[in-house]
């Protein structure tokens, strides 16, 4: 298995301008998660699909953020417009149940906003 | 207080020697995660425990649930175990909403 494919690795936009990273999770794995890493605040959960759904968008920063998973291979996370603070590395993961099981981590997108 | 605390935050050893890293935490959990992250930033699922204790080669990951700690156990250190390890928790009314510690960073001298 590929493991956990995110798109792109690396990111360089200037503020304002739309931001769209993608993910495919693990086949045959019905949970899927958002994170964003800074140096300031560590690991957060953005947000968490189960069979597609987004059952908890607590995380997600404000309304510039957005995430939809159209089936269950692709994810998207998008902001619009982006701003300076949003420069992070979002990892998408995941897992065959929720926390109840090993979460797979992908090898993360590394956003820089101008 | 944080929820997840790790000690220490940072830790340098000599090649061969026994490293333990420490995991407290204050919530209840339906299991402990131990994530391993590379200088290159990829994150790797160590383990995942409830109780008791597991081994995966040099790598030994146990937890006190009464006490609420855990302890991840490196043997014979090497310094491709050099890496940041994250202590992360699921609450046990929330388990997919993993809790992450701040990490502790370990260098490996040769």
């Known amino acids: 298995d590929a493991g956990v494919i995110q798109s792109p690795r690396h990111e360089v936009t200037e503020m304002g301008q739309e931001v769209t990273l993608r993910c495919k999770p693990i086949s045959g794995h019905n949970s899927l998660f958002w994170y964003r890493q800074t140096m300031m605040r560590g690991l957060e959960l953005l947000i968490y699909?189960?069979?597609?759904?987004?059952?908890?968008d607590s995380g997600m920063p404000e309304d510039r953020f957005s995430a939809k998973m159209p089936n269950a291979s692709f994810s998207t996370l998008k902001i619009q417009p982006s701003e300076p603070r949003d420069s992070a590395v979002y990892f998408c993961?995941?897992?065959?149940?929720?926390?109840?099981?090993?979460?797979?981590f992908g090898p993360g997108t590394r956003l820089l906003v101008l | 207080k944080n929820e997840v605390e790790q000690s220490p935050q940072n830790l340098t050893a000599q090649e061969g020697e026994f490293i333990t890293i420490n995991c407290s935490y204050s919530v209840g959990i339906s299991a402990l995660h131990w994530l391993q992250q590379h200088p290159g930033g990829g994150i790797v699922s160590l383990f995942m425990l409830s109780s008791g204790k597991k081994k995966h080669g040099r790598l030994i990951a146990t937890i006190n649930i009464q006490e609420k700690h855990s302890s991840l156990h490196i043997t014979a250190s090497h310094p491709r175990d050099s890496a940041v390890y994250i202590c992360a928790v699921g609450r046990i009314d929330s388990s997919y909403k993993l809790i992450f510690g701040s990490g502790t960073r370990l260098l490996v001298r040769p």
């Open positions: 699909f189960n069979n597609n759904v987004p059952i908890d």
């Open positions: 993961a995941s897992s065959s149940a929720g926390g109840r099981e090993t979460q797979y």
